[in-house]
């Protein structure tokens, strides 16, 4: 069967792309930006990749007619405050593309909708349902609440609170009733579900066999890490201070933060159990999926990360619009070290950030994501999603991956923290020697009083951090221009 698969490059796109081929069909991969996805060399013959922009209906032209069915797995641009309707241009935009195919079924992913009071998040879900419902295809929506699995926004954001915190005083949201599913499970839905007459138009909710509080979520994950930890809560935090006390302990942005506070405050809980029985499924437990999280971080096997999605940072672009480093109108911090050994020096730039840091000044590496997270940037806690490779579209602390290529030494990141202007950072090795080159476009006049103000601190950091990367202590070249 030929499948769409929208939202290939995502955090659930990844996971069950590999399923579809696995289980023989061939599938038409729809990605905004052809750069962002790298997907396994294993796949390629079993796929076709398309460019597509659901806001833009002119780039849906591409959709292949003879496709069997479809995922829609666009979820929330929570870094814009019109996400609702947003949503609902891509779900339209999608739905007349899909009702021109011979498609027979879409399912959807969506969350857990049975309160009579929603969050705008939880509405813009429902909306993308009822927009989706009732045209030429079979509509399938499978409506899930927390997802826990290494790499996921819920997991990551448990992890944070957990492992930083011994003593929280938190939201009273926390009392919240929810039913985590793990992620194996919510790939096991999606796939069983696909073209399975007996889920034709039809939703369901799906969850784990556990109903927990957050709070409780938060103690069974210290439980499982064995690690003492109390939580009071307080009925005096306004959902604006809980949303700041979210993005400033964890990896979250804050226009995130302040979607999931909003959706935190309603119960997600399954309706009933249906659909486990019809697709033959017995979803795990919380520990369960704790557990398989945790076994895939160990072995530095996460497959994805919502991190590595858009949403995590703080701009929209293309990575294309970005590879070519600017020269005109800029400044550039170019220094050169000889390179003895071009393998170890290629993995010392490929582990860069996250737990490994940036190898010289990793303190002031600190205060300078900590600075830009009380200017509402994305700071240095997303970290990176494996710990020795890097691709394009990957987050890497305050940067996102524009270009990784190992065999030709050159590795390319893009500033996604708050700065006035556009900033790059680039290692590329040639002719046996490192060249490291910071690049700054300033906007007007505060971006380049922004660049002179930290070139006493380019010299300490980016020196230091070459001469780590070699290991050599021969001087190096070095010239700073505008």
Known sequence: MKILLTGANGYIGKRLLPILVENGHSVVCCV?????????????????????????????????????????????????????????????????????????????????????????????????????????????????????????????IIRDLVE????????????????????????????????????????????????LSYKEMLLEFAKFRKLSRSIYTVPIMTPRLSSYWLYFVTSTSYKLAVSLVDSMKVEVICRDNEIDKLLNINPENYQTALSRAFTKIDANQIVSSWKDSQISGVKMFNISDFVDVPVHGCFQDIREKNVDSRKEVINKIWSVGGKNGWYYANTLWKIRGYIDKLFGGVGLRRGRTNSSDLESGDALDFWRVLYADKSEGRLLLFAEMKVPGEAWLEFKIRNKKLIQTATFRPHGLLGRLYWYSVLPFHGLVFNGMIREMTNLNNKENRSTKA
């Open 164 to 211: 930083k915190l011994p003593i929280m005083i938190a939201p009273k949201w926390l009392n919240t009733k929810c039913q985590p599913i793990g992620i194996r499970d919510v790939i096991n839905f999606l796939q069983k579900s696909l073209l399975n007459e007996k889920v034709f138009n039809k939703n369901y909710d799906i969850g784990g066999s556990d109903i």
């Open 32 to 156: 905004r930006d052809l750069k962002r996805f790298n997907p396994p060399q294993s796949l390629i013959p079993y796929i076709e990749i398309i460019k597509t922009d659901f806001l833009e209906p002119d780039s849906l032209d591409k959709i292949p007619n003879d496709i069997d069915a479809a995922y829609y797995l666009i979820h929330s641009m929570s870094n814009s405050l019109d996400y609702q309707k947003l949503e609902g241009i891509s779900a339209t935009n999608f739905k007349n593309a899909i009702n021109k195919t011979k498609a027979k079924q879409v399912i959807y992913l969506s969350g857990i909708v049975n309160e009579a009071q929603l969050s705008k998040h939880l509405k813009s879900r429902k909306n993308v349902e009822n927009i989706l419902s009732g045209n030429n295809f079979s509509l399938t929506t499978l409506r899930a609440g927390i997802i826990i699995g290494s790499g996921s926004a819920s997991f990551e």
